[in-house]
């Protein structure tokens, strides 16, 4: 065989051996010019910041004069951590950490209370799924988790008024409630925007509800007054117990939150 034919016969089997490569990247790429859709990551990590409203048993606050009250409106800032292992392209199983505080307006009763305000802080461990499906712009993501929400603590702190310390009630009071581990879920629903390759910044709405009680804990009154017909400041502890005077009560933390997150999957 002549030399030209050999060198053609060697540029065709490189050429042959070359199209199944060339015709898998350009599936990848959508077709020529097209950019490179992701690859299939072994999963993420992610933190947020969130704000949110708490929707669980609350009282309402006096709102100045006696026998009128107002929405306590519960709401706080929190953060939260994620982790996800791909089971599939647009398919994770999750981890999730979260932290979250909440306060209530501040409510005023003339003649007795300058203010009154209520707080709630609480943890929560969940693991569940996330589904990806990705778009010309973005991502749109939701999820699903179940699991606990950690012993927790609600406080109710008054500040008495001025006219109180002739009945020898002065300074603050507070009455801290605590609570055991109790069984929950959440739901989130977002988007998320790439911030290259594999980074990404996204905003979501998560809904979470967790229902504990106060079996076996505590209610803490320091200079708290009970009942305000006979005033008096009481310090003291008030346990629970199936087996003892005071029932125990079940406690539901329900919140709404907007969440920022940024991660990056790898």
Do not use: W
């Not at 709102?63 to 392209?89: D, I, Q, V, Y």
């Not at 589904?131 to 699903?144: D, H, I, M, Q, R």
């Not at 006219?163 to 581990?181: A, K, Q, V, W």
């Not at 200079?223 to 006979?230: E, H, K, M």
């Amino acid at each position: 065989m002549n030399r030209p034919a050999t060198a053609l016969s060697s540029l065709l089997v490189v050429v042959a051996g070359a199209t199944p490569a060339l015709a898998q990247e350009e599936g990848r790429r959508g077709g020529p010019g097209a950019p490179l859709a992701p690859r299939t990551s072994v999963g993420f990590i992610e933190a947020a910041g969130n704000f949110g409203f708490q929707f669980g048993e609350q009282e309402y606050v006096p709102s100045g004069a006696p026998g009128e009250s107002k929405h306590p409106l519960t709401n706080g800032f929190g953060f939260n951590a994620t982790a996800g292992f791909a089971l599939a392209r647009g398919l994770d199983v999750i981890v999730d950490y979260s932290y979250a505080s909440a306060d209530s307006r501040e409510g005023e009763l003339v003649g007795v209370l300058d203010e009154v305000e209520g707080s709630i802080t609480y943890q929560t461990i969940t693991a569940g799924v996330r589904g990806t499906y990705a778009t010309s712009f973005g991502n749109l993501y939701g999820e699903l988790g179940a699991g606990i929400i950690l012993p927790f603590e609600t406080e109710l702190e008054f500040t008495y008024a001025a006219p109180m310390s002739e009945l020898g009630i002065t300074g603050t009071g507070t009455r801290t409630d605590s609570y055991n581990i109790g069984p929950g879920a959440h739901a989130e629903f977002g988007y998320q925007l790439p911030l290259g390759s594999a980074a990404y910044l996204g905003t979501g709405v998560r809904v979470q509800a967790f229902e504990s009680n106060n079996d076996g804990e505590s209610t803490e009154l320091d200079n708290f007054v009970v009942d305000f017909a006979d005033p008096q400041p009481m310090t003291m502890d008030i346990n629970y117990g199936t087996e003892s005077a005071t029932a125990p009560q079940t406690y539901s933390v329900q919140d709404v939150r907007l969440h920022i997150n940024l991660g990056t999957r790898f």
